[in-house]
């Protein structure tokens, strides 16, 4: 590191605790050395978000340093929301720069937990609540019936139709509606987060 960046780096034990002193020519020089020590001692910290390098890919999911020498499981269930065989089906392969999101971090075993799916949540439920204020009318695609309606995905965020909002007409058996594309309106965001969508009230923009 000395010789990278050109700065004098001593290090020093006082009373049990280490202690790093770094001099160099200029500002620059020092600047740069205390980045990269900076980096070396550096934490993940959950909930924050890193854009790392994919370094391995394994069966299960893969393996991203988000820090010099650090990486973390990105497992195959937290990259998307849809159900993956393979981490290649979601486009991603060694060398990638992806940006993910620390979900947990064993302090015992150093072990750092990342997820991109949570990010890809984050960032739709940010275009619900613009489609929300702006009125906008969504695609979707029915995946689950549940009680009193069913689950729709829109743009890659999970949102609930209620029975009567989920089809033109009655519907006895929900599940008849799956699979199918609908246009819709968000009608709700409570105060749980939870999107509640009409396909009724989005027959105007249909017409």
């Not at 020089?29 to 910290?45: N, R, T």
């Not at 089906?89 to 064993?106: R, S």
């Not at 995946?143 to 743009?155: Q, T």
């Amino acid at each position: 590191m000395q010789e990278e960046t050109g700065a004098t780096i001593t290090i020093d034990e006082e009373d049990g605790v280490g202690k790093i002193q770094v001099s160099g020519p200029n500002k620059d020089v020092i600047d740069a050395a205390m980045a990269k020590i900076k980096a070396i001692v550096a934490v993940p910290e959950i909930g924050e978000v890193y854009e790392g390098t994919v370094r391995s890919i394994m069966p299960y999911g893969c393996f991203v340093e988000i820090m010099p020498g650090k990486d973390g499981l990105l497992h195959i269930s937290e990259i998307d929301w849809k159900r993956l065989e393979t981490v290649e089906e979601a486009g991603i392969k060694e060398g990638d720069k992806i940006t993910v999101y620390v979900v947990g971090v064993n302090d015992a075993e150093g072990k750092v937990v990342l997820s991109r799916k949570k990010l890809i949540a984050m960032e739709s439920w940010n275009k619900m609540k613009e489609a929300y204020e702006a009125g906008t009318i969504l695609d979707a695609k029915i995946i689950k019936a549940v009680r009193g309606g069913v689950i729709a995905l829109a743009d890659s965020a999970q949102v609930f139709i209620p029975a009567r909002q989920a089809s033109l007409r009655f519907v006895q058996d929900l599940d008849t509606l799956l699979n199918t594309e609908v246009r819709v309106k968000l009608i709700e965001i409570d105060d749980k987060g939870r999107i509640n969508l009409s396909r009724k009230d989005a027959l105007p923009a249909e017409e």
